[in-house]
């Protein structure tokens, strides 16, 4: 029989060979200051390595575990609804676990570099929080990126991009995604009390593992058009009267290709590289987007 673990880590994976390692060995260090924890991930449709790397990895470490669901692109060639597919099946694996142990905590991670600042401190306080949480979400200390998982009363009632379709016509591309999009990119401060919301993900989520018991990421009649994966599976949870919140002090990362696009010159220099095909100053661009990412 399986022993009791603190964390359960799950993600999915495609096309990662390049930093599933680092990624894993990251997390691995992490957690080991918290508690007893596993891996298991769902990986599909990567032309890429992964798969070996992942089985390399299982090898090397008895606490991971993954499914490879292979080429589901025919099958399900919505990308959204792909998603939706391989999140159901770590939360099957969870509600299967959930029968013969217990699992405190479903740990959900992007592996696609999101992670840099995520450190044991910063999740152990967010595990002590006061308040009655049933899932805690992660902020960047750059602008709040993943406007697409978010939900908020008044910061962002639905899917923006579903709003910059809309508002495209009337303004352009480049002024209706600032409205839309990259005005709500606000910076958190760290110092902040934690924010309730509907939904929000932000590259890493931690949900009471009890609480999945019975939801997974299966669309329904109330879903709002646009809606994607975490939005699905949070509403859910909150519709049922769970308490989400995104805490602010728990930082995950600073920069990234997401919200680097939030600071102006970068978007007028990418408009004037897109009008004039200005295939020089592209070459420039792209150096400066890492240096962003990486160093601000």
């Given at each position: 029989?399986?022993?009791?673990?603190?964390?359960?880590?799950v993600g999915?994976?495609?096309?990662?060979?390049?930093?599933?390692?680092?990624?894993?060995?990251?997390?691995?260090?992490?957690?080991?200051?918290?508690?007893?924890?596993?891996?298991?991930?769902?990986?599909?449709?990567?032309?890429?390595?992964?798969?070996?790397?992942?089985?390399?990895?299982?090898?090397?470490?008895?606490?991971?575990?993954?499914?490879?669901?292979?080429?589901?692109?025919?099958?399900?060639?919505?990308?959204?609804?792909?998603?939706?597919?391989?999140?159901?099946?770590?939360?099957?694996?969870?509600?299967?676990?959930?029968?013969?142990?217990?699992?405190?905590?479903?740990?959900?991670?992007?592996?696609?570099?999101?992670?840099?600042?995520?450190?044991?401190?910063?999740?152990?306080?967010?595990?002590?929080?006061?308040?009655?949480?049933?899932?805690?979400?992660?902020?960047?200390?750059?602008?709040?990126?993943?406007?697409?998982?978010?939900?908020?009363?008044?910061?962002?009632?639905?899917?923006?991009?579903?709003?910059?379709?809309?508002?495209?016509?009337?303004?352009?591309?480049?002024?209706?995604?600032?409205?839309?999009?990259?005005?709500?990119?606000?910076?958190?401060?760290?110092?902040?009390?934690?924010?309730?919301?509907?939904?929000?993900?932000?590259?890493?989520?931690?949900?009471?593992?009890?609480?999945?018991?019975?939801?997974?990421?299966?669309?329904?009649?109330?879903?709002?058009?646009?809606?994607?994966?975490?939005?699905?599976?949070?509403?859910?949870?909150?519709?049922?009267g769970e308490?989400?919140?995104?805490?602010?002090?728990?930082?995950?990362?600073?920069?990234?290709?997401?919200?680097?696009?939030?600071?102006?010159?970068?978007?007028?220099?990418n408009y004037?590289?897109?009008?004039?095909?200005?295939?020089?100053?592209?070459?420039?661009?792209?150096?400066?987007?890492?240096?962003?990412?990486?160093?601000?």
């Amino acid at each position: 029989m399986k022993e009791d673990i603190d964390f359960l880590i799950v993600g999915t994976v495609r096309n990662v060979a390049k930093g599933i390692r680092s990624e894993i060995l990251h997390l691995n260090k992490i957690f080991a200051q918290l508690g007893k924890f596993e891996f298991f991930f769902v990986e599909s449709d990567s032309t890429d390595n992964t798969v070996e790397i992942l089985q390399g990895l299982k090898t090397e470490n008895v606490n991971l575990d993954f499914i490879s669901l292979g080429d589901l692109r025919t099958t399900h060639p919505d990308r959204v609804t792909r998603l939706q597919f391989c999140r159901n099946h770590y939360l099957i694996y969870l509600q299967e676990e959930l029968i013969l142990r217990e699992i405190k905590y479903l740990i959900v991670v992007d592996l696609d570099g999101i992670n840099t600042l995520l450190n044991s401190k910063t999740i152990a306080q967010s595990l002590r929080r006061n308040e009655s949480w049933s899932a805690i979400f992660a902020n960047q200390s750059g602008p709040y990126y993943d406007i697409l998982a978010l939900r908020h009363p008044i910061w962002c009632q639905r899917n923006s991009f579903c709003d910059l379709e809309k508002l495209t016509p009337i303004f352009g591309y480049a002024k209706a995604k600032k409205l839309t999009v990259y005005d709500k990119m606000i910076k958190v401060d760290k110092s902040s009390p934690m924010i309730p919301v509907i939904s929000a993900f932000g590259g890493f989520g931690i949900y009471r593992a009890h609480i999945l018991k019975d939801h997974d990421y299966t669309p329904t009649v109330n879903d709002e058009p646009g809606d994607i994966d975490h939005v699905v599976l949070n509403r859910k949870l909150s519709s049922v009267g769970e308490k989400l919140f995104i805490d602010p002090q728990l930082v995950n990362g600073a920069w990234n290709h997401h919200n680097v696009m939030s600071i102006r010159l970068l978007r007028e220099l990418n408009y004037l590289i897109r009008k004039y095909n200005l295939t020089l100053m592209r070459k420039i661009l792209r150096p400066i987007h890492r240096f962003v990412t990486k160093h601000v």
